[in-house]
């Protein structure tokens, strides 16, 4: 199923806060996420509402952000790229949050913005091992996140997690990523003096 990527901003008359810059973003990795569920689901993997659903949104936006973070780092100045990427996790908290019925069970409120939070963070840590270059990120990063995603699956789908998410899933957000940011970043550049 092909996104709607927007790649640049229609008025380039003013430089873009990187709060906005980083709502573009949040929302592309939420269309992101929920096309990647639908084809797992496509490819009769089990990823029904409530706590899979969730889980595996929040583990898909985790990398995501992680991403935008190398390709941020790559273009944008250190204050800017650490101004983007608390506004970019902050914001993907904010929609998990609006989403959180998604879970199907109720729970206090800024519950799942602040499990957002924090499994960023934790992931971070194992996402700092590994490399993001021109082309993406390395074989580890992409399989440290499989292997994330591979613990929430029910048993009967995790011989084929790996396999999905290395192949088809991973490479999608990532062109995706690649198309929209760096053209996003060189227009809110222009304006920096």
């Given at each position: 199923m092909?996104?709607?990527?927007?790649?640049?901003f229609?008025s380039?008359d003013?430089?873009?806060?990187?709060?906005?810059?980083a709502?573009?973003?949040?929302?592309?990795?939420?269309?992101?996420a929920?096309?990647?569920?639908k084809?797992?689901?496509?490819?009769?993997?089990?990823?029904?509402?409530?706590?899979?659903?969730f889980?595996?949104?929040?583990e898909?936006?985790?990398?995501?952000?992680?991403?935008?973070?190398?390709v941020?780092h790559?273009?944008?100045?250190?204050?800017?790229?650490?101004?983007?990427?608390?506004?970019?996790?902050?914001?993907?908290?904010e929609?998990?949050?609006?989403n959180?019925?998604?879970?199907?069970?109720?729970?206090?409120a800024g519950?799942?913005?602040s499990?957002f939070?924090?499994?960023?963070?934790?992931?971070?840590?194992d996402?700092a091992q590994?490399?993001?270059a021109?082309?993406?990120?390395?074989?580890?990063?992409?399989?440290?996140?499989?292997?994330?995603?591979?613990?929430?699956?029910?048993?009967k789908?995790?011989l084929?997690?790996?396999?999905?998410?290395m192949?088809?899933?991973?490479?999608?957000?990532?062109k995706a990523?690649?198309k929209?940011?760096?053209?996003?970043f060189?227009?809110?550049?222009?304006f920096?003096?």
């Open positions: 092909a996104i709607r990527i927007r790649s640049s229609h380039r003013r430089q873009r806060t990187p709060q906005e810059l709502s573009v973003a949040a929302m592309l990795g939420w269309k992101l929920i096309d990647s569920i084809r797992l689901r496509e490819a009769s993997f089990e990823i029904d509402l409530g706590h899979a659903y889980d595996f949104v929040c898909y936006l985790a990398f995501l952000a992680h991403a935008a973070d190398r941020a790559r273009d944008l100045s250190a204050e800017r790229r650490q101004a983007f990427t608390q506004a970019l996790v902050l914001r993907l908290a929609v998990i949050e609006d959180a019925e998604m879970r199907l069970v109720d729970g206090a519950e799942c913005r499990h939070i924090a499994l960023y963070n934790l992931v971070g840590e996402y590994f490399e993001y021109a082309d993406g990120p390395d074989f580890g990063f992409r399989r440290c996140f499989a292997a994330r995603v591979r613990e929430l699956m029910p048993e789908d995790r084929w997690t790996y396999d999905q998410l192949e088809v899933e991973i490479p999608e957000a990532i990523l690649e929209t940011l760096p053209g996003m060189a227009a809110a550049a222009q920096v003096s």
